[in-house]
């Protein structure tokens, strides 16, 4: 597994992440504990060695907490947390004023079961509070020591911006795959400008690109993707048309299609890590794998004109 510097600390994380959002359950179907808690496992026997999860992810900081209180390599291991949003019955909250953030952390290293979080995010900018002031709490943290470095998900570059005059940022966590590439733009060269690790999402928009779900395949009433335009009508079947460009080269490199996306992913320009999402270990060994898999240039070509030949994506969800 590849190992990355984390923005400019000490902290090296694995270029290969697992995302524990889907193990909350709260979107994901069929998910229950001990399958949870074997993916953890194997996430770590993989090369893994940074976990990510939030505040707002139900039950998943409990698990990941449970899961690193038996593990002999738990010390390796960079956890990566989130503050501002929270969940309840009811939906979901912005929530990011300082004494809610305070708040969020103590019950995070309460359920992580940890004295200190290497890696704080602002989940996002809660639009009733000034994003100096979010930064400045999480800053508060850190001279505490209840947090290592900071971290922000979901901001426009000029809320990064903003942050990052406040409270030095070590990492981003904005949305990246191969469809959607927008921040390629101006958030890639910033932050390699300013040393600020980028730790993307959705590298396999949410399991479309791991190829494993047919053009036939019914989604279950309680699974949340149908929302996405990538998952509905000419988008769905264009999406597939590419998939089944890419599946010749995964093939001709013996590896699985989420192997490698997901190499393509880490090995674009500024990128640091691919939070990979897994509810079952088989998952997240398909993409762990893509941490010791370099694409040759030519392999490379042969994806890019497949993404060309596919041409741009609506990804945006539906309202």
């Known amino acids: ?49 940074f976990f990510d999860t939030a505040c707002a992810y139900g039950v998943s900081e409990e698990l990941l907490g449970e899961f690193l209180a038996e593990c002999d390599a738990a010390d390796s291991i960079v956890v990566a947390t989130k503050g501002g949003l ?22 995070s290293l309460a359920r992580l079961r940890r004295d200190s979080i290497q890696l704080y995010y602002l989940h ?23 947090i290592q470095a900071a971290g922000a998900s979901n901001l426009t570059l000029e809320q990064l911006q903003r942050f990052h005059e406040v409270c030095p940022l070590q990492a981003i ?9 927008e921040i390629e733009q101006q958030l ?23 190829g494993h779900l047919g053009r036939d ?26 998939l089944d460009q890419l599946r010749p080269i995964a093939d001709g490199l013996s590896v699985p299609l989420a192997t490698l996306v997901v190499a393509w992913t880490i090995q674009q320009p500024g990128i640091t890590s691919a939070l990979c999402g897994a509810k079952r270990a088989w998952q997240i060994g ?7 898999l370099v694409l040759s240039d030519q392999v490379l070509a042969e994806i890019d004109h497949a993404l060309r030949q596919r041409g741009p994506a609506v990804t945006r969800a539906a309202v």
Request: glycine share 6%; with cysteine.
């Open 188 to 210: 890639v060269p910033w932050s390699a400008d300013q040393q600020i690790s980028l730790c993307v999402y959705w590298p396999l928009l949410k399991g479309l690109l791991a």
């Open 286 to 292: 398909e993409s762990a794998a893509a941490g010791e």
């Open 86 to 107: 929270e969940r309840d019955s009811q939906g979901q909250y912005h929530r990011a004023r300082p004494v809610d953030l305070r708040r969020q952390c103590e019950q």
């Open 1 to 49: 597994m590849r190992m990355r510097p984390l923005g400019r600390t000490s902290l090296r994380i694995s270029a290969v992440a697992l995302g524990c959002w889907p193990i909350s359950g709260i979107t994901s179907p069929d998910v229950n504990r001990a399958d949870s808690l074997r993916t953890l496992a194997a996430a770590a026997e993989s090369g893994i060695t």
């Open 124 to 146: 996002a900018a809660d639009p009733e509070v000034p994003i100096e002031e979010s930064a400045g709490a999480i800053a508060e943290l850190i001279a505490e020591g209840k």
């Open 173 to 181: 966590q904005p949305a990246y795959n191969m469809l959607q590439r």
């Open 217 to 242: 395949h019914v989604f279950a009433a309680n699974d949340g993707r149908p929302k996405y335009p990538m998952f509905q009508g000419q988008e769905w079947q264009r999406n597939h048309d590419l």
